[in-house]
């Protein structure tokens, strides 16, 4: 599986990719981008199988970049992980048609569970 | 590092977060961060002295929307570059660039303020974070609502949230 970790924190997108590996998820191919836009365009250049998006990013944020996603006819599978987890803000991205949202603090476990979600 | 605000305060509701479940939140990212071992400890400090870590780092994300207020954190230099080598997996803290430093120190301010926001009313819009090397300054327009003097491995480490007046 190829994943996308949209992330404008450097260090989220590494401790992502260590936390994916100590989930048992090391063996993926993994793409990264530095905000929502960067990630738009890299669905269609790349053709991730699963986008791992924060939510609150410069350029674009990852909701907006989920609904762009959909409205241009992807249906790739995102989800995300973000200091934000809400009920409000789980509502909003469901609605949006993210498949799972991991907050911040996470656990590999968590990571475990949402990939074998889509699975 | 001056904070800025742009609070509507007639908009808002001006409820306070309860300081025990801000402690308890940031004691589960700091854990979540640097491993369960590393252990925040309260730390006695009067009330209305700034913080006295020689060297500082600080960072802070505003809510605005139902509930306003502004998060900061801020660090004692070694506990940051600490922070951020066991964030990125670098041993030792010489190769920790600054960009690394604030990246990390923002990350940690964005997981915190996160989970204050959503403890409190909304719906409300987290701000990406401010990161500076020095310690924050608040302006007249807010009041401390919550404040947490904390130590690591004997260094200071201070989280507060301000609300308008």
Redesign the interface.
């Known amino acids: 599986m190829k994943i996308l970790i949209a992330d404008?924190?450097?260090?989220?997108r590494?401790?992502v990719i260590?936390t994916l590996r100590q989930a048992g998820h090391g063996g993926h191919d993994i793409v990264e981008a530095e905000n929502g836009r960067q990630a738009l365009e890299m669905v269609t250049s790349e053709a991730p199988d699963l986008v791992l998006s924060d939510w609150?990013?410069?350029e674009m944020n990852g909701i907006d970049c989920l609904q762009a996603l959909r409205a241009a006819g992807s249906d790739v599978a995102f989800g995300f992980v973000?200091?934000?987890?809400?009920e409000?803000?789980r509502q909003r991205a469901s609605s949006a048609g993210a498949a799972f949202l991991i907050a911040?603090?996470?656990?590999p476990e968590a990571f475990d569970d949402a990939l074998r979600s889509i699975a | 590092m001056n904070v800025l605000t742009f609070f509507d305060p007639s908009s808002a509701d001006l409820e306070t977060p309860d300081p025990e479940d801000v402690r308890m939140l940031t004691e589960d990212v700091w854990l979540a961060l640097l491993g369960e071992d590393e252990v925040l400890l309260p730390r006695l400090v009067p009330p209305g002295s700034p913080f006295d870590a020689a060297g500082v780092w600080s960072a802070t994300v505003t809510v605005t929307g139902g509930w306003q207020g502004v998060v900061t954190v801020e660090l004692d230099e070694d506990v940051a570059r600490q922070l951020t080598g066991t964030m990125l997996d670098i041993p030792g803290t010489e190769t920790v660039a600054d960009g690394d430093v604030a990246d990390a120190v923002g990350e940690l301010v964005n997981m915190v303020g996160g989970n204050v926001k959503s403890l409190m009313p909304g719906p409300s819009t987290l701000s990406l974070p401010a990161v500076a090397a020095g310690r924050a300054a608040f302006p007249s327009d807010v009041t401390e609502a919550c404040r947490l003097d904390l130590a690591w491995r004997g260094a200071p480490v201070r989280v507060s949230v301000h609300i308008p007046q």
């Open positions: 404008d924190s450097r260090v989220m590494q401790i260590r609150n990013m410069p973000t200091s934000e987890g809400s409000e803000m911040k603090p996470f656990t």
